[in-house]
């Protein structure tokens, strides 16, 4: 059963990493340079008279697999392939189920799309919380303390927030209280949690009687990576550990770059740490110190099936693109009602901007 499960899984890697190769030109490219790399050259000479002759709605099909009889067959191919690998991107209904409703102390400052963001991942991490019986989340790169907040004042879940920005963890703390004054004043630990308090830069076990609720508070580090980082991160979890916090999760929204694989990394070297979830963006912010992946976080599997040509699949521009919303995102969404109107000025912008870069490359390349 196993050996079938990774033969399927080999299958499904290579075949994407095959696409990927075989499509580098979609996807390795920056459009403000379309005309200095002179990228229209790359499209096949078969497709571009279909491609031109498409209308505003027909071009926001074709991601979703509509083709056409009179386009050629290497044409349909490839927005059939497209199509066929995309993932599968349907939400569980048990995320749907444990969305979580925000009051009066977490409502305020947040946009709609980030009201989105922390209700959903809130309600995953309380159900993570439950499950692996953890004391306290920790939360990297927790900026304002949006995600923080909510856990503790809507889920009972005691947060520490790690933020590099001194600025920031001082804006969340004041928040923070802004919001627990306005939070109902009979909070109490979410059932089934074995909730710790966070004071000062650690966490401590759980106390009883009035005042102890979960809190969220934020401290600045910087995680980097670099080995003092590393060992300020270690101290951290160490001195928790000596006062009882043995049960810990790891959430991170919006990881940017690097602080991706170093949050997989931690939850993977400290056995204190139960369970991770993590939303990273930014890949192209990694550090990419050799050809294939960089800082990219790859498996051992689809390193051994990554092709010779494997930088170009993970280059910096193909990362930045899948940091990109999904087709079926709110902003895709929005896309797609846009009008005929909207579509052709962005347009114009896009082409006034790669007009201009390949003006100032040209002067550059004269004055050299």
Aim: proline content about 4%; some cysteine; glycine content about 8%.
């Amino acid at each position: 059963m196993l050996s079938l499960q990774i033969e399927n899984a080999r299958r499904l890697v290579d075949e994407r990493l095959q696409y990927l190769a075989t499509y580098d030109w979609v996807h390795d490219i920056q459009i403000t340079k379309f005309f200095v790399h002179r990228w229209w050259e790359k499209i096949p000479d078969e497709w571009r008279d279909h491609l031109l002759q498409l209308n505003y709605e027909e071009m926001n099909a074709t991601p979703f697999g509509r083709t056409k009889d009179t386009w050629p067959s290497s044409l349909n191919e490839f927005v059939t392939t497209s199509d066929k690998l995309c993932l599968d991107r349907t939400v569980p209904e048990w995320v749907k189920e444990a969305e979580v409703k925000l009051g009066l102390g977490t409502r305020g400052g947040l946009s709609p799309k980030k009201v989105h963001e922390v209700c959903r991942l809130a309600g995953v991490v309380k159900c993570m919380c439950l499950k692996m019986s953890c004391q306290a989340v920790i939360d990297i790169g927790s900026g304002l303390g949006y995600l923080g907040r909510c856990l503790a004042l809507e889920c009972g879940v005691s947060v520490m927030g790690v933020e590099a920005k001194q600025e920031l963890t001082e804006s969340a703390q004041r928040m923070m209280e802004d919001g627990r004054r306005k939070a109902p004043s009979n909070l109490e630990p979410c059932s089934g949690i074995a909730t710790s308090c966070c004071h000062g830069d650690r966490l401590h076990p759980p106390k009883h009687g009035p005042g102890n609720g979960p809190s969220n508070v934020s401290v600045s580090l910087c995680l980097d990576g670099t080995a003092q980082s590393c060992e300020q991160m270690k101290g951290l979890l160490q001195q928790s550990e000596s006062v009882g916090v043995v049960r810990l999760g790891v959430v991170g929204l919006h990881c940017c770059g690097d602080l991706t694989p170093y949050t997989q990394k931690l939850f993977l070297s400290h056995p204190s740490i139960r369970h991770l979830v993590l939303v990273g963006c930014c890949y192209h912010k990694m550090r990419q110190p050799h050809a294939c992946g960089g800082h990219f976080p790859l498996s051992a599997l689809v390193k051994g099936l990554m092709p010779a040509q494997g930088q170009r699949i993970v280059s910096t521009l193909a990362l930045r693109l899948a940091a990109q919303e999904t087709r079926e995102s709110y902003v895709s969404v929005r896309w797609r009602k846009q009008s005929n109107g909207n579509h052709s000025n962005h347009e114009k912008q896009m082409a006034f901007r790669a007009i201009a870069e390949a003006v100032l490359s040209a002067q550059t390349r004269a004055l050299h």
